[in-house]
T-cell receptor, first 111, second 115 residues
Framework: GQSLEQPSEVTAVEGAIVQINCTYQ??????LSWYQQHDGGAPTFLSY????GLEETGRFSSFLSRSDSYGYLLLQELQMKDSASYFC????????????FGKGTHLIIQP | GAGVSQSPSNKVTEKGKDVELRCDPI?????LYWYRQSLGQGLEFLIY????????KSGLPSDRFSAERTGGSVSTLTIQRTQQEDSAVYLC?????????????FGPGTRLTVT
């Protein structure tokens, strides 16, 4: 089977930097994705890492270490609108299956 | 262009009744996925379609759940003899390919409540 672990809740201050960690155990591995979901909204794609290293997209960056089965999402210059739940997800088969999601990290931004 | 749409947005049904949930993916997207999300939880994969075929049905929680996709477009998820534990938000997503890392676009979901 597969499982992903991430903190249930993280609190940070507006303008600061926050890191959300994700560790995974899967039978296979084809990359780590991150999705954002605001309360009552649909998940939206943030990033994807297939190889080790850091991927940067604006204020958001995502990191992967395949040898450690570990990744993180880094959010910089936090804004109040970043308050949301963040999910890491893996695809552990070939093309023909869905994503396995973690339970999500609820990010609370304080002014 | 339009995003992924789902109907109904909310469905309240009595235990034991059958329900049908509909998903209209983004035009041209060949891959379609169904997930469900219980309150405060992550997303649970249910089933995946590539075109009209479903190579992976492993996530369906019981034989009361079935899904079909016709014309490579619209998909319906059917739950027979609903139980209270089926209450959740059912999310549909589509992507232009099934390759790993391809962004999945999610619909707004159908909130199912079984009383």
């Amino acid at each position: 089977g597969q499982s992903l672990e991430q903190p249930s809740e993280v609190t940070a201050v507006e303008g600061a930097i926050v890191q959300i960690n994700c560790t995974y155990q899967t039978s296979g591995f084809y990359g780590l994705s991150w999705y954002q979901q605001h309360d009552g909204g649909a998940p939206t794609f943030l990033s994807y890492n297939a190889l080790d290293g850091l991927e940067e997209t604006g204020r958001f960056s995502s990191f992967l270490s395949r040898s450690d089965s570990y990744g993180y999402l880094l959010l910089q210059e936090l804004q109040m609108k970043d308050s949301a739940s963040y999910f890491c997800a893996v695809r552990d088969g070939g093309g023909a299956d869905g994503l396995t999601f973690g339970k999500g990290t609820h990010l609370i931004i304080q002014p | 262009g339009a995003g992924v749409s789902q109907s109904p947005s909310n469905k309240v049904t009595e235990k034991g009744k059958d329900v049908e949930l509909r998903c209209d993916p983004i035009s041209g997207h060949t891959a379609l996925y169904w997930y469900r999300q219980s309150l405060g939880q992550g997303l649970e994969f249910l089933i995946y379609f590539q075109g009209n075929s479903a190579p992976d049905k492993s996530g369906l929680p019981s034989d009361r759940f079935s899904a079909e996709r016709t014309g490579g477009s619209v998909s319906t998820l059917t739950i027979q003899r609903t139980q209270q534990e089926d209450s959740a938000v059912y999310l549909c997503a589509s992507s232009f390919s099934d390759q790993s890392g391809t962004e999945q676009y999610f619909g707004p979901g159908t909130r199912l409540t079984v009383t």
